[in-house]
């Protein structure tokens, strides 16, 4: 055994303190603070580290001294586990085997408690508040620094004690001099129910005797499954008589990496509710691929100077290594470039247009003559006519959203030559939407009545059906594509959103020969649907219409999860500019991809757009993870280990025991709620409660003081541990969606039974009496504020200053200077330096000239100054200009519809007093929404608050 530090460290020293004090046989190596000598490990701190005769190690302090007290077996293991930990209760009550009582010999708990708490004694110490707020902790904070072991090693390890700070003698040194009241309380302290906060909670939440009785109930029956599906099977064919789930996420385009965003917006999405279904013991087959056809595969291989073909192997390949990264569980991953696609998307067309679904018109089109041929819209930019965006695509304007026909463009472009188009004339033909409008409107309808579309899918789809239905082009003059099959067409082939969801349909037929069981079985299987907003129009509207036209049996969508955006540190992603995370990136960060999985799907976009930044992600890591529910299964594990010889013992239940599990049951019926709703964010906060009331379970009971007393408080300390164990066990079974990699970890360290690893209804024994656990380890470590820091700047990307950005509105203009004029408020507020704010305030005032001269400021001129306050004179009355009539558009409405649901999803959180940290995520999730909102419709102030007299 090696433990590696460095010099000048305080987290080494507390180390090797720790290391000499547990007496176990290994030896120290003095290291560089920077050394990288854990070999799988790429960006974490690895100094102070702990090699085991394994070979493994153990990176962080924390778990290094769990370490050291389950070996030497000198301690009680709950100073380190409790989240209790505070200098109030260190000012009360007396960790035992400490210099806090008579015992005059340093221990490991007193470690554990200076690495606990040193930040806070730092600054006490530091401000002269540390004896008189806390005298008791004053006293042995003192003794803990001028113990003869703690400065020898000081000196071992050079290290300077500026951190730590060294003692002076207070006025209240010895025993004698320590206060009464103090004094007192070292006496006849009992931690069976200490009275916390976390157990007046755990206490206080109501469960009715009908849920204990039926949570006793479910338990004696045991774990009901007796028959698993396995979803080994190949191929997988739709079982009669069994729930048969097809899910699909949005065809990623070929020609680009995938950003955080992308892989929220569908694949991931997706691939927790496969888990979710495969979990339910459901027949389920994930099919995805990557959509190769059209000018954006054309417009990328014109860039790299590949053929498109080239372009779709090299593209195709990274990303089925990114997706493979992020453990993305598909049943097959496969690509539109087939001669299956081929085959079925013309049969479809064929159908449909000899079923009369089709028309024939002629269109006006760009051509460029330079390039001599027509543009197709991704090779047309210019400027949008509904925003006024210079830089939109001839298919759709980045900016608002509004899908474009190119010669709708202000002063187009040809993409390859910049020249200027010229418009001339091509037939196409079209999908006759009208025609197929009442049978959309009752499709979309009923999906509505049934809930199965989420608020952001029925919003988009009625938006576009509201509008009236008009026919859509389904063909394009382009080489890349599926061709045409019609005579008077040729060398045309499909629109990409005629084709590209046809790619489902043919990537299960590349996947299987009997692929029709799957697409043409609505009576069988249920079609899920993940796709990011703008893709919605396309799988609520032209693909059902497609297939209702072709007249076949098709499998129909029945749920259908139009996710919102994903933004980066309240920006864009742009692979151009640097800024933000993508697939291929991720996988250099060193972060395991279970935590980014973690907070994306915490932060997944349901109701309105999200955001992903560094701090967000830490704050998970370090206060979700690691402290909540790192943090109990530990607890739970090491106790078992430790004090019950990694044995789960019997499990009798008192009252307080039914109160707890059919607690769990609540849990996990919220859980199970939210999964149906494909509400994920709000499912994977149930494990979290379920966690945290694990914790204070724990806490309540102290079984740490219960294996010390009589036989009965043994068997006692034996079932509250043990039932704490089958948490943890549920807890690897329920996080298995969202963090694969984890939970099968967690269930290694566990033994966990094979056939024990599928969801059920309520909370049961998964380890039986008798069952012997492995050895338990830490799952997350902590994510430093360094870390972070380096990452915001590495992903940060060019400077995009919002002075520099193009404005195109007023609207726009109107934020931005709100935006500029808050940076200007926090650096004057911060006292920056004046420079840098006079360089901001001209970006400010350069904004403002920009407004039109009607809502432009007047500056006061200044003149006749007095230091006395002149009498107020009544004003003339200003006759304010007249506001512009705001039109309620189908957008503007799904954005008040969405603010309404995340108001109420706020006042349902505070009415059940959730915690503040999930409070604050979502009232800033409102107030964003509210921003989107046109000035003339935000809530207004209701004015100043009358001074005090």
């Not at 470590?781 to 007023?810: C, L, R």
């Not at 009539?885 to 007093?913: D, F, H, S």
Request: proline content about 6%; some cysteine.
């Amino acid at each position: 055994m090696i433990l590696y530090v460095a010099k000048d460290c305080e987290d080494s020293l507390v180390a090797l303190v720790s290391f000499k004090l547990s007496g176990v046989k290994g030896k120290k190596e003095i290291i560089a603070a920077d050394s990288k000598h854990i070999p799988y490990l790429k960006s974490t701190k690895q100094v102070p580290s702990l090699q085991l005769e394994s070979g493994d190690f153990l990176f962080t302090l924390e778990s290094i001294l769990l370490y050291l007290i389950g070996e030497s077996g000198k301690q009680s293991l709950e100073f380190l586990v409790s989240s209790e930990i505070s200098l109030q209760s260190l000012n009360k009550e007396i960790p035992p085997k400490s210099l806090f009582g008579e015992n005059e010999t340093l221990s490991l708990t007193d470690m554990v408690l200076l690495s606990r708490l040193s930040a806070s004694l730092q600054g006490l110490k530091a401000s002269k508040s540390l004896y008189s707020s806390y005298p008791r902790v004053g006293f042995w904070y003192d003794k803990v620094l001028n113990h003869e072991l703690l400065t020898a090693t000081m000196k071992e390890l050079d290290y300077v004690p500026s951190k730590i700070v060294q003692a002076k003698e207070p006025k209240v040194q010895s025993k004698k001099q320590i206060p009464k009241a103090v004094e007192a309380k070292r006496n006849g302290v009992t931690a069976k129910k200490p009275a916390t906060d976390a157990v007046e909670n755990f206490l206080q939440v109501s469960v009715t005797e009908d849920q204990k009785k039926i949570a006793v109930k479910k338990w004696s029956e045991g774990y009901p499954i007796t028959s698993h599906i396995n979803h080994e099977d190949y191929p997988k064919k739709p079982i009669p008589g069994k729930k048969n789930n097809l899910i699909t996420s949005a065809l990623p385009y070929v020609n680009n990496v995938p950003h955080l965003g992308n892989i929220i917006g569908a694949v991931l999405s997706a691939d927790c509710f496969a888990r979710y279904c495969r979990l339910k013991n459901e027949n389920t087959l994930y099919i995805c691929g990557t959509d190769e056809y059209g000018t954006a595969t054309e417009t990328k291989a014109l860039a790299e100077g590949l053929t498109p073909q080239q372009i779709c192997d090299k593209y195709n390949a990274l990303h089925k290594e990114i997706y493979s990264w992020f453990n993305i569980s598909f049943d097959y991953f496969g690509r539109t470039t087939t001669k299956q696609q081929t085959e079925i998307a013309q049969d479809i067309f064929w159908k449909l247009h000899n079923n009369g679904f089709t028309v024939a018109q002629t269109v006006e089109q760009l051509f460029c003559t330079h390039c001599k041929k027509f543009l197709a819209d991704r090779f047309v930019e210019g400027t949008c006519p509904f925003c006024g965006f210079d830089d939109a695509r001839g298919d759709q304007c980045d900016k608002c959203s509004k899908l474009i026909n190119p010669t709708e463009l202000k002063d187009p472009r040809c993409k390859v030559c910049s020249k200027s188009p010229e418009v001339k004339t091509s037939k196409h033909l079209f999908l006759d939407l009208p025609k197929l409008e009442d049978k959309i409107q009752k499709f979309t309808d009923e999906r509505e009545a049934m809930k199965t579309y989420n608020t952001t899918t029925v919003s988009i789809t009625n938006s576009w059906i509201k509008t009236g239905l008009k026919p859509r082009c389904i063909t394009r003059d382009l080489k890349w594509g599926t061709p045409v099959p019609h005579e008077d067409y040729k060398g045309k082939v499909f629109y990409v959103w005629f084709d590209a969801p046809i790619g489902y349909i043919s990537i299960t037929a590349n996947y299987m020969k009997e692929w029709e069981l799957w697409w043409k079985n609505p009576e069988n299987v249920t079609l899920h649907q993940f796709m990011a907003k703008d893709n919605v129009p396309f799988h609520s509207v032209i693909f059902p219409a497609s297939l209702m036209a072709s007249g076949d049996n098709w499998t129909m969508v029945n749920t259908m999860d139009g996710i919102d955006w994903l933004q980066y540190e309240g920006t864009k992603f742009s692979k151009s500019r640097g800024t933000g995370v993508f697939g291929d990136q991720a996988v250099e960060t060193g972060i395991p991809c279970d935590i980014f999985r973690c907070y994306l799907l915490l932060n997944r976009p349901e109701t309105s757009d999200t955001n992903f930044t560094w701090d967000g992600l830490a704050q998970t890591n370090n206060n979700i993870l690691l402290n909540n529910l790192g943090n109990f299964v530990l607890r739970a594990l090491t106790f078992c280990k430790n004090s019950f010889g990694s044995e789960i013992r019997e499990m009798t239940f008192n009252a307080d025991d039914e109160h707890f599990i059919a607690l769990v049951n609540g849990h996990l019926a919220s859980y199970f709620k939210n999964f149906e709703e494909r509400m994920m964010s709000r499912a994977f906060e149930s494990i979290f409660a379920i966690s945290k009331i694990g914790n204070q379970y724990l806490q309540y009971n102290a079984p740490w003081v219960l294996t010390k007393g009589s036989e009965a408080d043994k068997q006692r300390a034996g079932s509250v541990i043990s039932v704490a164990t089958n948490v943890a066990a549920l807890l690897s079974v329920i996080i298995s969606p969202f963090m694969p990699t984890m939970s099968k970890v967690l269930q290694e360290q566990m033994n966990m039974p094979e056939d024990k690893l599928l969801f059920t209804e309520c909370f049961v024994p998964l380890l039986k009496p008798g069952h012997m656990i492995g050895t338990p380890f830490p799952l997350f470590s902590k994510m430093e504020d360094a870390s972070v820091a380096a990452f915001k700047t590495k992903f940060a990307g060019q400077d995009s200053s919002s002075a520099n950005a193009p404005v195109t509105d007023v609207e726009s203009l109107q934020r931005e200077i709100e935006k500029q004029g808050n940076k200007v408020r926090e650096l004057k507020a911060s006292k920056a330096n004046p420079d840098e704010i006079k360089a901001e305030v001209a970006k400010l005032l350069d904004l403002k000239k920009k407004l039109p001269p009607e809502l432009q400021q007047k500056p006061s001129n200044g003149k006749n100054k007095s230091s006395a306050k002149p009498q107020a004179k009544p004003q003339p009355k200003v006759q304010n200009p007249p506001k512009a009539k705001i039109e309620i558009t189908p957008e503007i409405a799904a954005l008040q519809g969405k603010i309404e649901a995340q108001g109420q999803k706020v006042r349902e959180l505070k009415g059940k007093g959730s915690d503040k940290s999930i409070i604050d995520a979502e009232v800033k999730i409102l107030l964003d929404l509210k921003s989107q909102l046109p000035p003339e419709l935000r809530p207004q102030p209701s004015g100043k608050k009358g001074k005090k007299k």
